[in-house]
């Protein structure tokens, strides 16, 4: 069994991006190539996925533990696959994450870990832009520089 392991910190609130990265429907949204992430009730996800230029679709399953900001999945498969990411409060305003994957796959140079930091990456990135997105709906709306410029007159 092999295990790729990344942390990183990021400008979110534990509980946003827990509540985020806790609905499987938003997979697609941070994971390339995911393209369907459907629950079908309990923690069974229906999911499709471009695997080396082919199509494939399975269940799996995705348990959330919001007491402990944890989540685990895994997929039947031949490669075992299955993994665990962990949120922790690192300020009011900033998460450390912890993801791990396992699997039987042994991948060359590297491809997995990269993927590995990219999906992160993208994860917190698309979360932080929900979370923004999300403030400024509940405060009016965005405000574009020119209106400051122009009230300010």
Do not use: C
């Not at 007491?67 to 998460?95: C, F, M, N, Q, V």
Request: avoid cysteine.
């Amino acid at each position: 069994m092999t295990e790729y392991r990344h942390t990183v910190t990021a400008d979110i609130p534990a509980d946003e991006l827990f509540a985020f990265l806790s609905h499987p429907e938003n997979l697609p949204r941070y994971f390339p190539e995911m393209k369907v992430a459907e629950p079908k009730g309990g923690d069974s996800v229906h999911v499709e996925a471009e695997v080396h230029g082919e199509r494939v679709a399975g269940e799996a399953w995705l348990h959330t533990d919001p007491a402990t900001r944890s989540l685990k999945w895994g997929a039947e498969g031949p490669d075992d696959y299955h993994g665990e990411l962990s949120i922790r409060e690192d300020g009011p305003a900033s998460s450390e994450i912890t993801v791990t994957l396992h699997s039987v796959r042994q991948a060359d140079g590297g491809e997995v870990q990269q993927g590995l930091e990219r999906t992160i990456a993208a994860m917190t990135h698309t979360a932080s832009a929900d979370a923004d997105v999300e403030a400024a709906e509940e405060q009016g709306g965005w405000t574009s520089y020119d209106d400051k410029k122009d009230s300010s007159s």
